[in-house]
């Protein structure tokens, strides 16, 4: 399950539960109900980041038991739920209690917000603007026949529409034609980001134009306007992205180059997320700084020595372990050595060595 991104809206730096909660809705909620919004409260005020399995682990509570949780007080309008492109839970809205009727102020935190391209134009940079509202703000006009024709006679309208029909195989209905209206007007996507966004939800083989307005509402809340930014969103929401920055002690939302960098282990060198682990391993005990770049070296050298799996690197130690015992190291003493002797020795040895002596036998 992914980290939930928080979104703080009115509330002090410190924990205060409203007295409308405790009168008004408190009383109709079960305990699990009651403790899930609470520890979200708290977790809210000191600016810590919290996700489905935290809280799971936090209350002894199963994750079905959170997630209804949490719908239960979307339903009750003390939050908002946003979801990926995957229907998994993504980020949160805790609502004014005292006032759930006006729009509270969004303040993201922590939000992963795409560093504006620098050669966006100012027609690109309003529509950014105009894009990053909530996705409740969000809602299709009623488009009527003569609203239809007018979209097909624009220029740019015959290109989405062409574009549409080749990714989707199939001639467009009216509500076809409406919802790339709504998301080529409302939504203020471009040519180029219309494109991509029909091509990475059939690439996902989400062919319904339904699923194709819920990417486009999830991309215009995040204020993605164009396909370098649709891009990196979809790596940075990527489960393995997360695992990994995990496994090598990060707690911070992951840069560009650290996704990418796992993304090459993954995708170019044809690592499993088990291999991914065991070289993180392997870099934390090794280091606790530049542990991406060490990372990399190590998984570079397994895959040009042809290491693949966990057999395979447990293979290639053993051979490593054996040639090591069966030759002595230069200058070693010929007295016994000890079990702190041994400890010591291994304290001394160079990691990127012991590397480059694991895959040259």
Same mark, same amino acid.
């Given at each position: 399950?992914?980290?939930?991104t928080?979104?703080?809206?009115?509330?002090?730096?410190?924990t205060?539960?409203?007295?409308?909660?405790?009168d008004?809705?408190?009383?109709?909620?079960?305990d699990?109900?009651i403790k899930?919004?609470?520890?979200?409260?708290?977790?809210m005020n000191?600016?810590l980041?919290t996700s489905i399995s935290d809280i799971?682990?936090?209350?002894?509570?199963?994750?079905?038991?959170v997630?209804?949780a949490?719908?239960?007080?979307?339903?009750?309008?003390?939050?908002?739920?946003?979801?990926?492109?995957?229907?998994?839970?993504?980020?949160?809205?805790?609502?004014?209690?005292?006032?759930p009727s006006?729009?509270?102020?969004i303040?993201?935190?922590?939000?992963?917000?795409?560093?504006?391209? +620098?050669?966006a134009?100012? $027609?690109? *940079?309003?529509g950014r603007?105009?894009?990053? !509202? =909530?996705a409740?703000?969000?809602?299709?006009?009623?488009?009527?026949?003569?609203?239809?024709?007018?979209f097909?006679?624009?220029?740019?309208?015959?290109?989405?529409?062409?574009?549409?029909?080749?990714y989707?195989g199939?001639?467009?209905?009216?509500?076809d034609?409406?919802?790339?209206?709504?998301i080529?007007?409302?939504?203020h996507?471009?040519?180029?980001?219309?494109?991509?966004?029909?091509?990475?939800?059939?690439?996902?083989?989400?062919?319904?134009?339904?699923?194709?307005?819920k990417?486009?509402?999830?991309?215009a809340?995040e204020?993605?306007?164009?396909?370098?930014?649709?891009?990196n969103?979809?790596?940075?929401?990527d489960?393995?992205?997360?695992t990994?920055?995990?496994?090598?002690?990060?707690?911070?939302?992951?840069?560009?180059?650290?996704?990418?960098?796992i993304?090459?282990w993954? +995708?170019?060198?044809?690592? $499993?997320? *088990?291999?991914?682990?065991a070289a993180?391993? !392997? =870099?934390?005990?090794?280091?606790?700084s530049?542990?991406f770049?060490?990372?990399?070296?190590?998984?570079?050298k397994?895959?040009k020595?042809?290491v693949?799996?966990?057999n395979?690197?447990?293979?290639?130690?053993?051979?490593?372990?054996?040639?090591?015992e069966?030759?002595?190291?230069?200058?070693a003493?010929?007295?016994?050595?000890?079990s702190?002797n041994?400890?010591?020795?291994q304290?001394?040895?160079?990691?990127?060595?012991?590397e480059?002596e694991?895959?040259?036998?």
């Open positions: 399950m992914s980290r939930l928080l979104y703080k809206d009115n509330l002090t730096d410190s205060i539960v409203s007295n409308h909660f405790i008004e809705y408190m009383k109709d909620a079960n699990a109900q899930v919004y609470l520890y979200l409260l708290r977790m000191s600016n980041p799971v682990d936090k209350f002894n509570h199963t994750e079905k038991d997630i209804r949490l719908t239960y007080w979307e339903k009750r309008n003390l939050l908002r739920l946003d979801y990926d492109d995957k229907g998994e839970i993504c980020g949160l809205h805790m609502n004014c209690v005292s006032a006006k729009e509270a102020q303040v993201p935190m922590p939000k992963i917000v795409p560093a504006p391209e +620098k050669e134009t100012e $027609s690109a *940079e309003s603007k105009a894009a990053a !509202k =909530t409740s703000s969000f809602e299709k006009p009623s488009y009527s026949l003569d609203d239809i024709a007018a097909k006679k624009d220029e740019s309208a015959s290109q989405i529409l062409f574009i549409a029909e080749s989707l199939r001639t467009l209905s009216a509500v034609i409406k919802t790339l209206l709504f080529y007007k409302e939504l996507f471009s040519i180029e980001l219309m494109d991509y966004l029909i091509e990475y939800c059939v690439g996902k083989g989400k062919r319904e134009m339904r699923y194709i307005e990417v486009a509402i999830n991309w809340t204020g993605v306007t164009s396909v370098r930014q649709a891009k969103r979809s790596t940075r929401y489960k393995l992205v997360y990994v920055m995990k496994a090598l002690g990060r707690q911070s939302d992951p840069t560009d180059l650290e996704a990418e960098f993304h090459r993954n +995708k170019q060198y044809g690592f $499993s997320p *088990e291999v991914i682990l993180c391993e !392997k =870099t934390v005990l090794a280091t606790s530049h542990r770049e060490y990372a990399e070296s190590i998984l570079s397994w895959h020595s042809g693949h799996t966990i395979d690197i447990k293979k290639a130690e053993e051979e490593f372990r054996k040639n090591k069966s030759r002595p190291a230069k200058g003493s010929t007295k016994p050595v000890n702190f041994s400890f010591s020795q304290r001394d040895y160079d990691f990127d060595k012991l480059k694991l895959f040259s036998n």
